[in-house]
């Protein structure tokens, strides 16, 4: 099976046996509980929501939760890695999951929240503005972003490998690129939280002026 060509190291780098190996570290029922406290805080002030698309949704451990927050919602999911894609095919469908690059994904229709959480930071500095794109467009109304912040940009080093996370200030770049984007909550995730913990993380909610 030849393997399929990408547009940068960092999507070769989750497409394969990292991001295969990723999906056991990021797969339990401590991660779920944090989950539907991260999201029943960051998403309380958007209201009922009807359907959802994330962008590099691994196996679906951020829309297991959306579907235990909000009955009945439509689920959809973009993901890269092959591994992970089958089983977040499993968990909402094959017809509602885009196996490949983000940058290839087309927004055909859009949903009341598009998410990204720890994706970002992933992502070629050079490519962002593309997936900003497509999370602005994916949204009808809201847009959900969790990512390591910094207010400027910067790489880090991430599990012994370079130029594969990026900090910066995701949700500022996009309110400066959209301007009817308004900010409607903010908040911080903390891995020593007592009951909750999850990666140290910054999250914005931001809503579409109609």
């Known amino acids: 099976m030849s393997t399929p060509d990408y547009a940068t190291p ?114 070629n500095p050079e490519m962002l503005p593309i997936v900003y794109e497509k999370l602005y467009r994916a949204s009808q109304r809201f847009m959900l972003v969790c990512e390591y912040y910094n207010p400027s940009p910067v790489s880090v080093s991430y599990r012994g490998h370079a130029e594969r996370l990026f900090k910066r200030d995701f949700a500022g770049e996009l309110m400066d690129k959209y301007p009817d984007l308004s900010l409607i909550d903010y908040g911080f995730t903390y891995r020593r939280d007592p009951a909750f913990p999850q990666d140290d993380a910054t999250w914005f909610l931001l809503e579409k002026r109609h």
């Not at 401590?30 to 958007?46: G, I, P, V």
């Open 10 to 123: 960092q999507e070769s780098f989750w497409a394969g046996q990292f991001g295969s190996d990723y999906i056991g570290r990021n797969n339990s029922d401590q991660l779920l509980a944090s989950n539907l406290s991260f999201f029943s805080k960051a998403l309380k002030h958007a209201g009922r929501l009807s359907s959802c698309i994330e962008f590099g949704a691994n196996v679906g451990m951020n829309l297991k939760a959306l579907q235990l927050l909000y009955p009945g919602i439509g689920l959809r999911g973009v993901e890269i890695n092959p591994d992970a894609a089958r089983l977040l095919k499993a968990l909402i469908g094959d017809e509602n999951v885009y196996e490949g690059s983000i940058f290839d994904c087309s927004v055909d229709r859009g949903a009341d929240l598009s998410l990204i959480k720890g994706v970002l930071i992933h992502i």
